[in-house]
């Protein structure tokens, strides 16, 4: 599946209001190098985890409010979201295998 | 666990060193498999390259983009992947191990770099993303106005404090050691800088929060004895890198700070492993260095290839196999 691109408006919706899967949320910005290195494994992670899970993007830059109600001090930041809550978040590029997982353990 | 078919070379690493590694086994006509946690390695999250010859300035990832799709060009194969250990199988050939595969191979390039070096204080884990970074460049820009510490007394840490300090209210930069290990234009700078203060001698001792925010940072004065809180709210460490290499060690020779011993022609102390770049004992870590010592890996590989399987080898490098 896609990635979603998430912003403050559909924030909640897509990411909160999930009841069934667990939604991956990669904050990003345009100008974090270390952000573009996760870029292409976010989107692997998308296609081999199909319809099993939601995974989405955040620009922190463009979306302030979501990002700094979510603490996010650290840019590439990854979150899952299970159920409206997060259950897990880490700093910096991560690696595919760490990130599938993450989200099989979150299903 | 899946094992397929015999690779003739498996590249453990996509930086500098892994994919220049990686175009000229291709290059020889060896059938090549790249394994990395990500493309470009260190290089990628630098965002100026301006000593790459022959390239003014570049974008550190473009650079490693152009260096993948090169070795992609001719026939080298990228996969994400980590690798978790190199078995080496009594016939000669090697096993690569990753968490779903077993990956035979005749020749391993290693080439998988080095890690941010951590503290290792009380509290660090648990703040990391949460005010502790290891990167000065991942800061959003909507934190302004905050006291910030870096600690470190390189070039890099001096650096990430030069490049806080216009948008930060405060920087202090936490010296261990007496004093600061920089080029001289950036030093020059240091001192011009209104809003930084250099403490030398000074050892971080712990990382004080709430595990979601930091309120501050623990030092002690060497000299003194005294400890004091620095109110800080983000932590930027840069205090260099480290070679994560254990689990080659018991298999391979390393240095005492972990690094992989090589010859001259990166051969390891192991027959048909190879290694290449930061993760070595070379001396100098530079882009240009690492993409140098995998094509040094590649072309000894090559060799090695040849006297096992017994072919002669294509003996050029120019005008063969474009696609």
Excluded at chain 1, 11 to 35: I, M, N, R, S
Excluded at chain 2, 192 to 212: C, P, R
Excluded at chain 2, 263 to 274: A, K, Q
């Amino acid at each position: 599946m896609s990635e979603v691109i998430l912003n403050d408006q559909n924030f909640q919706k897509e990411v909160l209001d999930e009841a069934t899967k667990p939604v991956l949320v990669d904050f990003w910005a345009t100008w974090c190098g270390p952000c573009k290195v996760q870029g292409p494994i976010i989107a692997e992670v998308a296609s081999e985890i199909g319809a099993a899970a939601k995974v989405g993007k955040l620009d922190v830059d463009e979306n302030p409010v979501t990002a700094q109600a979510h603490g996010i001090m650290s840019i590439p930041t990854l979150a899952i979201f299970k159920g409206g809550k997060p259950v897990w978040r880490i700093s910096g590029v991560q690696t595919k295998q760490a990130i599938l997982e993450e989200l099989k353990k979150a299903m | 666990m899946a094992q397929d078919a015999l690779h003739d070379v498996v590249i453990v690493g996509g930086g500098a060193a892994g994919l220049t590694a990686g175009l000229f086994a291709a290059r020889r006509n060896h059938e090549v498999l790249i394994l990395s946690q990500d493309i470009g390695g260190q290089a990628a999250t630098t965002p100026d390259i301006e000593n790459y010859p022959g390239v003014d300035l570049i974008d550190g990832l473009e650079l490693m983009k152009k260096f993948k799709a090169q070795a992609e060009r001719y026939g080298a194969r990228f996969q994400y992947d980590t690798v978790t250990a190199v078995e080496p199988q009594a016939d000669g050939t090697h096993v690569v191990v990753t968490p779903s595969q077993r990956i035979a191979t005749r020749a391993v390039i290693l080439a998988f770099g080095l890690s941010h070096r951590h503290l290792g204080i009380p509290g660090e884990e648990q703040h990391s993303g949460k005010g502790v970074s290891y990167c000065s460049i991942c800061e959003p820009s909507f934190y302004e106005g905050k006291d910030i510490a870096v600690v470190g007394g390189g070039n890099s840490a001096v650096q990430a404090a030069l490049m806080l300090a216009p948008k930060a209210k405060h920087v202090t930069l936490v010296n261990l050691n007496p004093t600061f290990n920089a080029e001289a234009v950036v030093l020059q700078r240091l001192q011009e800088a209104k809003n930084i203060t250099s403490l030398t001698n000074v050892e971080s001792k712990e990382v004080i929060g709430d595990g979601t925010r930091v309120s501050g940072l623990r030092v002690k004065r060497k000299d003194a004895g005294d400890e004091e809180v620095l109110p800080v709210e983000r932590i930027f460490v840069e205090i260099g890198y480290v070679a994560k290499a254990d689990w080659v060690k018991g298999i391979l020779k390393t240095d005492p700070r972990g690094q992989i011993a090589i010859s001259p022609n990166c051969e390891t102390s192991v027959p048909g492993i190879f290694a290449a770049g930061d993760i070595t004992t070379i001396t100098f870590k530079q882009v240009v260095i690492s993409a140098g010592e995998g094509a040094k890996a590649a072309l000894e590989a090559d060799q090695y290839l040849l006297k096992v399987t017994g072919k002669r080898g294509v003996r050029i490098d120019w005008g063969a196999k474009k696609t």
